[in-house]
């Protein structure tokens, strides 16, 4: 992955390779912006540039390693396999690329894409459940106090570690706090990297201390090229760009709901079958229901902007959804609110199938 890669935030990578191309880097950094808009894959451009050598790779035979028992309670990586040198005559020459850049073919960079760079660190929700089998809506302090173990130990390869903290908007107050001696006073040659959707969500104390890198929501172009590249159907692109707000998360959502849709009976039921297919866990059901309203919202406007003599019932309808969609942050059953939505909707002549784009 490198900067030429990342689509439409011309904005956020030039930030980036600014900080490239002075050597200035801080150490810690806040990528911001909505969920699916291309932070994590810049994070990666931006590790990738940081520690690329740019002298090619060249695999020789590998040297035959007993191996070692790691004596180190915290490590969790293994150290990086052993390879023979190039003879010194066939060095490769140091490729012409500037320091903004990666070369995707040193050995950085080819760690990187093999998913294997042992100074680059990513963590996040996955990253937790993985560890610990325990679903979370939260990512916990036990999650980041292994990763600032970590940032004490020494770079395997490259001159900087770089840890990517993906969903920082989930940090726990006390997972943030417990962040702020490492930010405020890093160990030389660590990069701390916090992907966050939500600023509001991070205390004042560590937006303080990170430079903030802004992050918009995708355009329309971009999204057509990214979800095409998931295997969204051509006939879909067009639907899902414009709805998804610049947000590949906010499009996968929403193909879920149409998944489900699709399996609904043809009656009155399908409002209440419908709801009753959130996820049985409470945090995920108030985000999916969140979700689901913010597009309601979304598509409502669309229609009543189309339909010049039912807007009075819309108008009212927007304002209903809206009321509902405030609900979801207070302690509300999910599928209740996600009924009452449908319910309003499909009274002033809006269908699920509609809302969907079917
Ligand atoms: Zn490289």
Wanted: with cysteine; glycine share 4%.
């Amino acid at each position: 992955m490198n900067f030429s890669e990342i689509l439409s935030q011309k904005s956020a990578t030039h930030h980036l390779q600014s900080m490239l191309k002075t050597g200035r880097i801080p150490p810690a950094l806040i990528f911001l912006g909505p969920a699916g808009c291309g932070k994590y894959p810049a994070a990666i451009a931006f590790s990738a540039a940081l520690n690329c050598t740019k002298i090619p790779y060249i695999e020789k035979a590998k040297k035959k390693t007993l191996p070692k028992i790691s004596d180190d309670l915290f490590s969790s990586i293994e150290e990086p396999e052993q390879h023979e040198l190039p003879e010194e005559e066939n060095i490769p020459e140091k490729l012409n690329i500037p320091p903004w850049e990666s070369c995707g073919k040193c050995l950085s960079c080819i760690q990187i894409k093999n998913n294997a760079h042992p100074d680059i660190i990513i963590t996040g929700l996955e990253d937790q459940l993985e560890k610990t089998g325990k679903e979370s809506a939260n990512l916990k302090i036990d999650t980041m106090r292994e990763m600032i173990k970590k940032a004490y130990q020494k770079p395997f390869i490259s001159p900087h570690k770089v840890f990517i903290v993906r969903d920082a908007e989930k940090l726990l107050p006390e997972a943030q706090n417990s962040l702020l001696k490492t930010l405020e006073d890093p160990p030389e040659g660590t990069i701390i990297c916090l992907l966050a959707s939500d600023k509001n969500s991070l205390l004042p104390t560590i937006l303080s201390r990170a430079a903030i890198v802004k992050f918009s929501p995708l355009s329309e172009e971009a999204m057509k090229i990214l979800l095409k590249k998931e295997g969204f159907p051509s006939d879909d692109l067009e639907f899902f760009s414009k709805n998804s707000l610049g947000s590949l998360d906010k499009a996968r959502k929403i193909k879920i709901f149409r998944d489900r849709s699709r399996m609904l009976n043809n009656d009155r039921s399908r409002i209440f079958q419908f709801a009753s297919m959130l996820p049985k866990d409470s945090h995920k059901a108030r985000e999916e229901t969140n979700a689901f309203l913010e597009l309601m919202a979304y598509r409502q406007r669309e229609i009543w902007k189309n339909t010049p003599g039912k807007q009075h019932s819309y108008a009212k309808l927007i304002k209903e959804v809206m009321e509902l969609r405030s609900l979801t942050r207070r302690n509300v059953s999910s599928s209740r609110i996600l009924e009452a939505a449908l319910l309003s909707s499909e009274e002033a002549g809006i269908t699920i199938d509609q809302l969907l784009g079917e």
